[in-house]
């Protein structure tokens, strides 16, 4: 009896699986290099920590947003831009310099969800690793760095995976120019810019002079640290969860298909060297 | 076992780095688009800092007694003492890279000091809009606080002992895939990411890390301490002439890791 062929959606989901299986290997493979990022992140997140830690211990800083609620604002925001560090413009990039992306496109995979999966299991992976900080972190600061309640923390796991849409689907269509420029240095730096400024990393939006919070409500950044983390710890509650996840999802559907345009529409013009 | 040891031959013609450099960057101007995107992105991400420094200020008027304006010089000599390096120095970056592959066997056949002509060859055009943004942050400081004429004086020097102190920092760090080989870079994020901590004024950190900051990786030397002199918050005359002696220490010991290094380099062998 000859086997069923399972159907062409099946089958796609499998290699994205496949994919993601490889790329999460792969990650732990590396494990100095990952452990050695994650030293490096520390004490970058540890700064505008140690910054905000003075002003308030003399006695600055902002009613809205008490040093109780601040600090684990901060500590979830560090490790949730760690998780989502997922090289996205490095690993495209480098397969459009060298003309790779020729081979991808012919493989019957879409390019767009193979890329997403591959992000996936870096995130995944980086997850994993940081997860234990903010367990330690959970048990210094106790309650306050709990989430609100259990319905606040199930909307939080949803809405972190919303924020990883966005930020690939940011990075997805940064990389596009790329195809330009042959060097995806400066386009991860531009993108990194933009998601240190306005995604509240740094800092939650209340604290934020006018200008930068007015120019924060219409990019997509703020949905990809700072909304995920008010979910968590309940800044944003009862139907405005609904509000705010509707917004990463439309945010989150929008981006993928203009970065899927943009790719049409770069490939039209693309050429790759060979012979 | 390759190695270059301390009286390693010297090159006939002196100006060899120099030739190197100039070679290395006339090639890096050919990519016009690079160029262009990578002074804009570094002006970005310098001002992607300073936004936090003003998120900062609106919630507090100084921190530990700096003003906006002096802390932005620390910010624009920190921008510039990073693009010194970047231009300069740059290839340290990719000493994992090369050790992995065995590709510094062809350097050490060079008549030439390996060191600096390592680090000369690659120079990264992006360095151009850190430094642009750096000298703009210095002097709009400078100006908006009247300083005295000598700080303008001696800027300069303070600037290459900043970039000195990064990149032998750098090197220092880098010489650690010579005992762990791995096609990675990651570490030389951490003495990046320390020089971006004395962005801010020293004072905020716990005593701990400002002891790091200015005694074991002394960048507090190249800005900081100076600072605190020329805009009156200590009385100290001696913060004014540390860099240089702190910049040499440190360079020093760089070279001594980068000969440490060397002696453990097996190549890739076939």
């Known amino acids: ?275 | 076992m390759l190695t270059q040891r301390a009286g390693e031959p010297r090159t006939p013609y002196p100006n060899v780095y120099l030739a190197a450099f100039q070679a290395s960057l006339q090639a890096k101007f050919e990519y016009r688009v690079d160029l262009v995107i990578g002074v804009v992105t570094s002006m970005l991400m310098q001002g992607s800092a300073l936004s936090f420094l003003l998120i900062v200020l609106r919630n507090t008027p100084g921190l530990a007694g700096w003003s906006g304006p002096q802390i932005v010089f620390l910010f624009g000599m920190t921008a510039a003492a990073l693009g010194g390096s970047e231009i300069l120095f740059n290839q340290i970056w990719l000493l994992p890279q090369y050790v992995v592959a065995g590709d510094l066997d062809r350097l050490l056949t060079y008549p030439v000091r390996s060191l600096l002509f390592f680090l000369v060859t690659r120079p990264e055009l992006h360095a151009i809009g850190n430094l642009i943004t750096g000298s703009l942050y210095v002097a709009w400081s400078l100006h908006t606080l009247h300083v005295p004429v000598f700080v303008w004086l001696m800027l300069p020097v303070w600037w290459l002992c900043g970039t000195l102190l990064y990149t032998s920092a750098l090197v220092i760090v880098g010489c650690l895939s010579f005992r762990f080989v791995g096609p990675y870079s990651q570490q030389l994020l951490i003495p990046l990411n320390l020089l971006q901590a004395t962005r801010y004024p020293l004072a905020v950190y716990p005593s701990w890390l400002k002891n790091v900051l200015l005694c074991v990786v002394p960048y507090g030397t190249f800005h900081y301490l100076p600072a605190r002199f020329f805009f009156g918050k200590s009385a100290s005359f001696w913060g004014l002439g540390l860099a240089p002696v702190a910049a040499v220490a440190l360079a020093l010991l760089a070279q001594g890791a980068w000969n440490l290094g060397l002696r453990r380099y097996e190549s890739a062998g076939s």
């Open chain 1, 1 to 275: 009896m000859t086997p069923t062929r399972p159907s062409a959606l099946r089958a796609e989901f499998a290699t994205f699986f496949a994919l993601f299986s490889r790329g999460l290997r792969s990650n732990f493979a590396y494990r100095p290099a990952l452990l050695l990022a994650m030293l490096s992140a520390a004490l970058s997140y540890a700064v505008p920590m140690l910054v905000w830690r003075h002003i308030y211990a003399s006695g600055g800083g902002s009613k809205a947003v008490p040093a109780q609620a601040l600090f684990p604002y901060l500590l979830l925001a560090g490790c949730l831009n760690f998780g989502f560090a997922m090289n996205v413009e490095s690993r495209i990039g480098q397969r459009i310099r060298m003309g790779l992306i020729a081979t991808d496109l012919l493989r019957p995979v879409d390019f767009q969800m193979a890329q997403l999966s591959q992000a996936l299991s870096d995130g995944i992976a980086n997850l994993a690793f940081v997860l234990p900080v903010f367990g330690v972190a959970c048990a210094f600061w106790g309650k306050s760095a709990f989430p609100h309640d259990a319905a606040a923390f199930f909307a939080f796991c949803a809405s972190v995976l919303l924020a990883f849409v966005i930020l690939f689907a940011v990075s997805f269509i940064f990389v596009q120019a790329t195809f330009i420029t042959y060097s995806s240095y400066g386009v991860f730096v531009a993108r990194n810019a933009l998601q240190q400024t306005f995604s509240g990393m740094s800092a939650p939006l209340a604290l934020f002079p006018a200008g930068l919070r007015a120019a924060s409500e219409w990019l997509p950044f703020r949905h990809t640290i700072h909304t995920p983390v008010s979910i968590y710890l309940g800044w944003i509650n009862g139907s405005a969860v609904w509000a705010a996840l509707g917004a990463q999802l439309i945010w989150a559907l929008g981006l993928l298909l203009v970065g899927r345009y943009m790719l049409r529409v770069s490939l039209l013009k693309f050429e790759i060297q060979g012979g």
